[in-house]
C-alpha cells in the first residue's frame, strides 16, 4: 500500500489511477492521517469472504462490499417474543400512521 497526501492525489491523479486500476491500494492521508482508499473496481479487503457474485457487481457499481467481516453470531442468536397483544403486525403499522 502507498500513502500518498491529497495535494499530491490532485497534481498527480492519472498515475494513482492507473496504481489503483493495476491492483494496487493508495491510502490517500491529509495532515498525516488517512481519510480515504483509492482500491480497484471490485477490491476485497483480505479478511473479508465475499461470494464472487457480489464481487462482480461492485465492480459493475451495482452494490458495495462490506468494510469489515460479519459477526456469525449476529444471525445465529434468536429473536426475543414480542406480544403484539393479540394484534397483527400490519394493526400495528397502521395505527403509527393513523390509518
Given amino acids: 500500500m502507498e500513502k500518498v497526501g491529497i495535494r499530491e492525489l490532485k ?12 491492483g494496487g491500494v493508495v491510502l490517500v492521508t ?11 473496481p471490485g477490491y476485497v479487503p483480505p479478511m473479508i469472504d465475499v ?3 457480489l464481487v462482480e457487481m461492485a465492480r459493475r457499481g451495482e452494490a458495495r462490499l462490506p468494510t469489515r467481516p460479519h459477526d456469525p453470531e449476529v444471525y445465529a442468536r434468536p429473536l426475543p ?13 397502521d395505527y403509527e400512521r393513523g390509518d
Avoid: F, N
Fill in 30 to 40: 491529509d495532515r498525516g492521517r488517512i481519510v480515504a482508499e483509492l482500491v480497484p
Fill in 81 to 93: 417474543k414480542i406480544d403484539l397483544g393479540g394484534e397483527t403486525v400490519q394493526d400495528l403499522i
Fill in 51 to 53: 461470494h464472487p457474485g
Fill in 11 to 22: 497534481d498527480k491523479l492519472s498515475l494513482y489511477v492507473r496504481k489503483a486500476e493495476a
